[in-house]
């Protein structure tokens, strides 16, 4: 897949959510972070800081505090209560089979324009390493559940309270028998206008 053009990688990459069973290398994580750290940003540093869940202990612990999340954010009371203990298990057994999950953090700023910045910079590094990974058919979840929002699980895994978690990467290589989704989107003529359009609506 390296021959492709950016254009086509951009456009064929899909969430992958199928979990498999072969192994993710921290060479190849690595060398994929050093590839996402090409991404723009305004700051004097890079705003991005990751930390990984690789081996069976920090899945393990990482996993508990998740649930332990759930539980404390009362996340499970959107769920059907009569299958509840299935949604749980189903859940925990998701969270213990995904091989490799980074998570991504920016730094937490007062000016709403430095944060501003800083988010967007990371969204652009983690969007940067789904583009690095799809190309050597490693597939990426960003997942933005509730949980990073609660600063009790921030501290259990290891985040500062100076940052913010933008995203879980839950990694696993796409597995080829696993039929992909098709990307379905608008038409640019749907979102893109010239000024003029923009006024004139504003006018009438």
Known sequence: MFSVSIEQVIKER???????????????????????????????EEPWAVIMI?????????????????????????????HLAA????????????????????????????NFEAVGAVSAFIQNFQLAAWSRNIGVTWRTVPIIFDDVFKQEVGVGSDRQIIGLLDISMIDEAVKLPRAKRKTVDQWAFHLSEKLSENKE
């Open 14 to 44: 899909r969430t992958i959510r199928t979990i498999s069973k072969q192994p993710v290398s921290i060479e190849d994580i690595k060398a994929l972070l050093e590839v996402a750290s090409y991404a723009p940003f305004h700051s004097k």
């Open 54 to 82: 690789m081996s069976p202990e920090e899945r393990s612990l990482f996993v508990e505090k998740i649930m332990d999340s759930y539980e404390r954010m009362n996340i499970w009371a959107r769920y059907d209560q009569e």
């Open 87 to 114: 949604s749980k298990k189903r859940t925990e057994d998701y969270y213990l089979s995904v091989p490799v999950t980074l998570i991504v953090t920016a730094p937490i700023h007062e000016k709403k324009k430095a």
